[in-house]
């Protein structure tokens, strides 16, 4: 059975550096990964790649040597604060590496400026040979596929993509019925990881979604009719940072994500 391109996040094994995260990956069977070389907030800290022209050396050398690819470099959140135009050599580092797409995400409850700079951002993005993929959070501004789509239209039409977190998705109030309404063209790739069907409280959906995930089908979500609302062998990232397996070695974790999707990817295909 043909399976789609499997990614190993960054999110899923935070704790691994850069290298580490190539090399769990190509241990594990994982075809790609996302890679973490801007900090989503200020408060977050990160492996410094941008500027550490050894670490990148090495890791095209594990990539070269392991046929490990980078699906995506993340995260660009658009704030009040932010400057495209600073954000150049992180382009350049995600080009170089042969990334694909670039993850973003919205939050700037001023609209126009949230909008100019995501433009902003698909320009520089998209003359590197990069796809912008604009990934809605609950708990952010751009908070829901339809605010997505909203600000897509609105800045970079036919330049970016959206992308569907199953975890976002259903603490949003959507359904997989809701992806068939739109492009398919849109959706590069999906973030795949699974929770417990009934949302926490509002003020918690930060931690659960940092911290409190599962790996595919081990929670309530409607996963299989997830895949399934997407075209065929679209690429699946695994996103799955579970808190009660932070313990074990970032190989270990990746491991069980890998074969938890596969588990679930059988399963769609069998009807089980």
């Not at 995260?21 to 241990?27: D, I, P, T």
């Not at 995400?105 to 320009?123: I, K, T, Y």
């Not at 789509?149 to 019925?177: F, I, K, Y």
Request: aromatic share 4%; net charge negative; proline share 8%.
């Amino acid at each position: 059975m043909r399976r789609p391109l499997l990614s190993l996040a960054h999110l899923t094994v935070l704790d691994a550096a850069p290298d580490a995260l190539l090399e769990a990956a190509a241990e594990t069977g994982f075809d790609a990964v996302g890679l973490r070389i801007v900090p989503p907030l200020p408060t977050d800290t990160i492996v410094p790649v941008v500027d550490d022209r050894p670490l990148q050396r090495r890791l095209k050398a594990i990539m070269r040597d392991t046929g490990v690819a980078v699906l995506d470099v993340e995260a660009i959140w658009l704030m009040p604060h932010t400057q495209v135009s600073v954000l150049g050599p992180a382009l350049d580092l995600a080009a170089d590496l042969g990334a694909r797409h670039v993850l973003t995400v919205g939050h700037d409850p001023d609209w126009q400026r949230m909008g100019d700079n995501f433009a902003s951002l698909c320009e520089a993005a998209h003359a590197r040979g990069l796809r912008p993929m604009l990934e809605f959070i609950p708990y952010a501004v751009c908070a829901s596929l339809a605010d997505a789509d909203r600000l897509l239209a609105a800045a970079a039409p036919g330049r970016a993509g959206l992308l569907v977190d199953a975890l976002h998705l259903s603490r949003a109030g959507g359904t997989p019925q809701e992806i068939k309404r739109y492009d398919a063209t849109l959706f590069s790739y999906l973030h795949l990881s699974d929770a417990p069907a009934a949302a926490p409280a509002a003020d918690d959906l930060r931690n659960e979604a940092r911290g409190g995930r599962l790996y595919p089908g081990e929670g309530g979500l409607w996963l299989k009719d997830f895949v399934a609302a997407f075209p065929p062998l679209t690429p699946i990232a695994i996103e799955a940072p579970c808190s009660a397996r932070r313990h074990l070695p970032p190989k270990e974790r990746a491991q069980l994500a890998m074969a938890a999707t596969l588990r679930l990817l059988s399963d769609s295909a069998t009807g089980g």
